[in-house]
């Protein structure tokens, strides 16, 4: 009886729901956010080392693109280092050996992670929760070894001297400033990449299977689909920041592949906070910050770090950004 | 008269490492009728759902709905035939608003939503309809509420919403009440009347004057195994009943 004016009250109401949304369907405070972090890009190298830089931006990139699975798909891989190590490698050897152009190495590198996630994943993804995890390890590991194994990835030493090359074969990416802003591009277009597919159908989809899995194939959702679309995704993001990565610092080596490189990830995302747009950027800013500038303690480095993220995780589970979030009261 | 039964089970039984939760258990469930699961705790009847759902594989026998055998197919493509079920434990998305919640289910009818290069503002166009569901359920002033923040009344009431968002031929509810006051049990047992003018419910409850109240089909299960069938007054006359409610206890 009461339908028709409770129908005429969502009419009116249904407009109001919708959040406040400005550019690219971003609400302002993340508009803001991104063009804050633009704005800082584009000043850094003109402050700061931008090596440094290209670095923090590269790990914030493997964070978000990790974050991407663990976040927002429910799915810790501890395998992750296989991506981003198998890109850094294949970008390294086509630029190298090849003599490829760099946007044509690290496009190449981006694809072999991409196949790697879509074979890693499809068999991964049948098992749940630590068994996932181990499963993505073991994985991970199968890549060191073959790492250390194969002739062209050069061992212990590595792939060396990789050149930069000319962008498109015009652009001299030699000088640190000109890659430089071939690498805030690329962290950009991924940053935008990653907001976009949260804030997508398929992201909708994906949070509610981290939610709730036998819900959502309640509702008819064949999950295994999504979990397997969203590791390739992530695998394939995470290739790109090892592809540039390599280019950056002309070497692949074998601590891109080694599961260190895996933790290393998980704990940047953690500390930034897990399931947040920043959280991630924020966290590999600061351990990229950590290690250059404690690298004078030599091995305390490990430890120094290792205590900070026991502090930091018992102190703040949500991560920096997801406190500062909650301060905030807006989901950042 | 194969045409009126939505949903037939035959011979269904399931073993957890030699334990049988579900023995050779016979059902039927006539199209537009609410019928009701009912046993002491432990019966078998969250396993029975699981099995009719093919959220587990039976150890045996066969399923059948709207007349075609269903025994092999997998949970998902279950709810694409019409067939929803709802947990025990309430199945909300708790990071998503109650708004969100509904609109997953709403989504569906765009088939698979894997473009993830689209903004998720497409999805507004289900932004009235999912209003219009949670309104149904009492739950139109939460709409932008997080899911995991509701009171537990309320998540059940907005589980049932997001069901019914998939206009599903046929609800299977595993205790819709459990836990709620007096007031909520009201509302939703006149929801649960409401849905079923158009569909088949198949519901297990252990608030017996609800079941007598909705239920016109009644089966009882008791460790695994039909007890006794048929119409309330039938029902709860049965002395194998009473022994097994005043036996075992239920709640
Ligand atoms: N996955 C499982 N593994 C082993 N035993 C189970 C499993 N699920 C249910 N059971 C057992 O099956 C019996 C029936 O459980 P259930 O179907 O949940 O009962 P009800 O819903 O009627 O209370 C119980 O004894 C329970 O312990
Ligand atoms: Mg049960």
Redesign the interface.
């Known amino acids: 009886m009461a339908a028709e004016t ?2 005429a ?3 009116v ?2 407009p109001a ?2 959040p406040p ?1 400005s550019m ?2 971003m609400p302002r405070h993340h508009l803001l956010i991104f063009l804050g972090l633009l704005a800082l890009g584009l000043i850094g190298p003109f402050v700061l080392y931008p090596v440094f830089l290209m670095k923090v931006m590269c790990f914030a990139l493997f964070a978000c693109a990790f974050n991407l699975l663990l976040g927002y798909g429910g799915l810790l891989s501890f395998g992750h280092a296989a991506y981003f190590g198998s890109a850094s490698y294949v970008s390294a050897y086509a630029a190298k050996a090849w003599g490829l152009t760099p946007e044509l190495a690290i496009l190449l590198g981006t694809a072999t992670a991409a196949v790697l996630g879509l074979v890693f994943g499809a068999l991964a993804i049948r098992r749940q929760g630590i068994y996932f995890a181990m499963v993505t390890l073991a994985f991970a590991q199968m890549v060191y070894f073959f790492s250390v194994q194969a002739p062209f990835t050069g061992g212990e030493d590595g792939i060396q001297s990789v050149p930069r090359g000319h962008l498109f074969g015009l652009i001299d990416l030699g000088p640190d400033r000109s890659l430089y802003f071939l690498v805030l591009a690329v962290t950009f277009f991924g940053l935008l990449l990653i907001y ?2 949260i ?7 994906l ?2 299977i ?3 899995e ?10 295994n ?2 979990k397997l ?1 969203v590791f390739v ?1 992530s695998a394939t993001l995470a290739g790109l920041a090892g592809a540039t990565k390599a280019l950056v610092f002309q070497l692949a080596s074998l601590t891109d592949v080694y599961w260190t490189m895996s933790g290393e990830v998980v704990l940047m995302t953690l500390l930034g906070g897990m399931g947040t747009v920043f959280g991630p950027i924020v966290g590999a800013a600061v351990v990229v910050t950590m290690q250059n500038y404690l690298a004078t303690f030599g091995a305390w480095v490990t430890i120094i770090q290792g205590v900070i993220f026991v502090v930091s995780v018992l102190l703040f589970r949500e991560g920096i950004i997801g406190v500062l979030g909650r301060w905030l009261k807006k989901p950042l | 008269m194969i045409n009126d039964v939505i949903l037939a089970a035959k011979g269904l039984t399931k073993q957890f490492k030699g334990f049988v939760a579900v023995n050779d258990v016979d059902l039927q469930v006539d199209r537009g009728s609410i019928h009701a699961l009912i046993g002491p705790n432990g019966a078998g009847k969250t396993t029975c759902f699981n099995l009719l ?1 093919k ?1 587990l594989q039976p150890t045996r026998g066969t399923i059948t709905y709207n007349g075609r055998d269903i025994t092999r197919m ?4 279950i ?2 035939l019409g067939m ?4 025990q434990i309430s ?6 608003t109650a ?2 919640n509904v ?3 709403l ?2 009818q ?1 088939g ?13 166009g289900f ?2 309809r999912a ?2 569901l949670l ?1 149904e359920v009492g739950l ?1 002033n939460f ?2 509420a997080p899911a995991g923040a509701l009171p537990y009344g309320r998540k059940r009431a907005l589980e049932i919403a ?1 069901t019914l968002a ?1 206009d599903p031929e046929m609800l299977l509810l595993d205790e819709p009440m459990a836990g709620m006051g007096h007031e909520d049990v009201d509302r939703i047992a006149g929801v649960i009347q409401r849905i079923a003018q158009k569909r088949t419910v198949l519901m297990v409850e252990h608030n017996l004057s609800v079941v007598a109240r909705l239920a016109s089909r009644i089966t009882v299960l008791a460790r695994g195994k039909v007890l006794a069938e048929g119409d309330y007054a039938t029902v709860s006359k049965n002395p194998d009943v009473i022994d097994a409610y005043i036996g075992a206890g239920h709640g």
Not at chain 2, 84 to 87: E, N, T, W
Not at chain 2, 91 to 96: I, K, M, Q, R, S
Request: glycine share 4%.
């Open positions: 409770q129908n009250r969502t009419q109401a249904a729901l919708t949304a690219m369907g976009r597919i804030h997508s159908p398929f992201g909708q989809v949070k509610a981290r939610d709730n036998p819900r959502s194939i309640s509702l008819g959702y064949r999950t689909q999504y679309a995704l | 759902t959220f997998q949970p998902a493509d709810a694409r929803v079920r709802s947990f199945a909300v998305f708790p990071h998503l708004l969100e609109r997953i289910a989504q569906r765009r698979d939503s894997f473009d993830f290069w689209r903004s998720e503002r497409v999805l507004s932004d009235g209003l219009a309104d139109a709409a932008v997001t998939l």
